[in-house]
């Protein structure tokens, strides 16, 4: 599956943003799809995922339900709505996706086999 991710720009502080990752392939339903964050000088982590088949989501623990991600199978498009958007919320934000992943492995980046090229998301004070 080839992923990408775009929607990000320059967005004033409580502000939103909605991130959209478009998918290439074949059997998109059987993948779980996340999304990862870099900030500068930072390492990666991890945000959100909506699992394959029925779309069980997960977020990361610094998320506080300012983020919500969101799939339509159809369209091979996953969402990830971000509200009232705080200046260090500046990341690059990566798509990912895996194939029938375990539910337990959902944040840890290195299952996730395909990735999107990220898209830069400024938040401005």
């Known amino acids: 599956v080839q992923l990408q991710a775009f929607g990000g720009g320059l967005v004033q502080a409580g502000g939103f943003r909605r991130l959209s990752c478009s998918a290439s392939?074949?059997?998109?339903?059987?993948?779980?799809v996340a999304w990862f964050r870099q900030a500068p000088g930072k390492a990666r982590e991890f945000v959100s995922a909506?699992?394959?088949?029925?779309?069980?989501?997960y977020y990361g623990d610094f998320v506080k339900g300012r983020f919500t991600i969101s799939r339509d199978n159809v369209k091979r498009m996953v969402w990830l709505q971000i509200d009232s958007l705080q200046p260090e919320d500046t990341a690059v934000y990566y798509c990912a996706a895996a194939s029938f992943l375990h539910d337990y492995d959902y944040g840890t980046e290195r299952y996730y086999n395909f990735w999107g090229q990220g898209t830069l998301v400024t938040v401005s004070s």
């Open positions: 392939g074949r059997a998109f339903i059987n993948y779980t």
């Open positions: 909506v699992k394959y088949g029925i779309g069980t989501t």
